[in-house]
């Protein structure tokens, strides 16, 4: 077979980032404890680059490569983009918050990088093998991200658990992908979707496969009933890692659905749109009831999380390019929107103390006017309060749900978004009505300052101004 070294040009970006990884573990080597800045730098400047580079190589048309195993399309350019800045958003809001805690180390940022690799991968596979080793490359990095706290009992256990639970969940997507290679032989998207077209390969093993491949899929989005692992995880890993966990993968996740159902099993879309349906409803269900008798601010935005995730269902299931363009829209604000509020968390912590409790966010107008109301912007995006953009992010994907006549299901969302509104305006409540509990200042460096203030304010700007985003999304499906 004949190599052409052209065919390499698609996958710039991952060899990059895969580079800037090894980069950033030499650097750290030899760098002391005061530079470790360097580290930090490297990996933040590198993202940035990675991201250009992703707009470079990126075209209207697709490309196929590696014997179509990796697919370079307008849906991947846009993910990864939004994956490498989302990433560089975590590292500036945790650089602080590591460095009082002893862990500003060069693991969190490779470990981190390779997180990224494994998202991006996941975005451009086109084939079940491509998309396993990306999504099990993004997993074994943030088990060991959740864990990077080494003297903490409470991280060290929600490592366990996300590790147990995870693999078992990657033994499940594992069985599918093996029951539908048997029914279709067929390994590579367009070769699935091609057989089961045909009416080929043995009805039952197929359904049986699609059923463990959506148990899989459900797992790593974290909806109901495959969400166990999420509260626990979010609450104890350090907010570092929480932050990192509750944005970027969800895109991961997104790209993961449309690979798998979209790409490759869209002539079953009548089998797992039911199953979405129910898992959407649980998990807003579930989601928005729960929260609202959490007293720890990073277990109910996990909550929360399993929420928005039924959110973002919807618009899959809605099976046409304005519900796949809806679903995106959701999963790139959604990321932006954890980003911001972890990223306040991580602004009211400071050494030896976790803003986790609801109480630590009492009277935060009276200690911070402008990051009060930043967090006010964010909870009301997440609540979906007009003007700003996570309305209209429910919205579009409201619309696809009508669109496609599943009425009682976008009826079904309104009211549990409305049941969901409670617990974020609490937050709000707390920060602008009660007395704060300490008069402690909030340490912060200009940077993360400055993204946290972009961060909220994007909130209304996006709202505000929906149809940029929008058409960027809606050109991935064009």
């Known amino acids: 077979m004949h190599f052409e070294p052209s065919t390499l040009i698609p996958v710039l970006p991952e060899i990059f980032v895969l580079t800037l990884a090894c980069a950033v573990l030499l650097v750290d080597l030899f760098v002391t404890e005061q530079q470790r800045i360097l580290t930090y730098a490297v990996a933040q400047i590198g993202l940035v680059a990675a991201a250009v580079l992703t707009l470079w190589v990126g075209s209207p048309h697709t490309d196929i490569v590696f014997d179509g195993a990796y697919i370079r399309d307008p849906m991947s350019d846009v993910l990864k983009v939004a994956i490498c800045l989302i990433t560089l ?24 990088l390779f997180a990224t690799l494994g998202m991006m991968v996941m975005a451009s596979a086109n ?7 990306g999504l099990e490359l993004l997993s074994l990095s943030l088990y060991a991200m959740v864990a ?17 639970l995870g693999a078992l969940a990657s033994g499940m997507l594992l069985y599918g992908i093996s029951m539908i290679y048997g029914a279709t032989g067929a390994l590579d998207f367009p070769g699935v979707a091609q057989a089961v077209g045909a009416g080929g390969g043995d009805k039952v093993v197929l359904a049986f496969g699609l059923v463990f491949v959506v148990i899989g ?7 109901v009933p495959f969400h166990m692992w999420i509260p626990d995880v979010y609450q104890g890993a350090p907010t570092a890692t929480t932050v990192f966990l509750g944005s970027a993968p969800k895109i991961a996740a997104f790209a993961l659905a449309m690979r798998l159902l979209v790409d490759g099993l869209d002539s079953l879309q009548l089998d797992w749109q039911g199953m979405l349906a129910i898992l959407a409803v649980l998990s807003m269900a579930v989601g928005n009831l729960a929260a609202i008798a959490q007293a720890n601010i990073k277990r109910m935005l996990a909550y929360s999380t399993i929420s928005h995730v039924g959110f973002l269902l919807l618009g899959v299931l809605a099976a046409k390019p304005s519900g796949y363009t809806a679903a995106m829209f959701y999963a790139i604000v959604y990321a932006l929107m954890a980003l911001g509020a972890f990223g306040v968390v991580m602004l009211l912590s400071r050494g030896g103390f976790e803003a986790e409790s609801l109480a630590d966010y009492k009277g935060l107008n009276q200690r911070s006017p402008w990051f009060a109301g930043m967090m006010l912007l964010l909870m009301f995006s997440m609540a979906g309060v007009p003007p700003t953009v996570g309305f209209f992010a429910k919205l579009f994907v409201l619309q696809a749900v009508v669109e496609i006549g599943m009425v009682w299901l976008a009826v079904v969302a309104v009211a ?18 009660d007395q704060p509990d300490t008069d402690a200042p909030l340490i912060a460096g200009w940077d993360t300052r400055a993204l946290l203030s972009l961060n909220g304010l994007a909130m209304l700007f996006l709202g505000v101004f929906p149809a940029g985003l929008l058409s960027v999304c809606a050109s991935a499906f064009a």
């Open 89 to 112: 958003g975590v590292f500036v809001y945790s650089k602080d918050y590591l460095r009082d805690r002893g862990l500003f180390k060069g693991d969190f940022y490779l470990l981190g």
């Open 127 to 133: 084939g079940f093998l491509t998309i396993y080793l």
């Open 416 to 433: 549990f978004s409305i049941i969901g509104a409670y617990y974020y305006i609490r937050i709000v409540k707390l920060m602008y009505f």
């Open 217 to 223: 899929l459900a797992f790593k989005l974290g909806a």
């Open 148 to 164: 990077i706290d080494r003297d903490s009992k409470l991280a060290s256990e929600a490592a366990m658990k996300y590790y147990v």
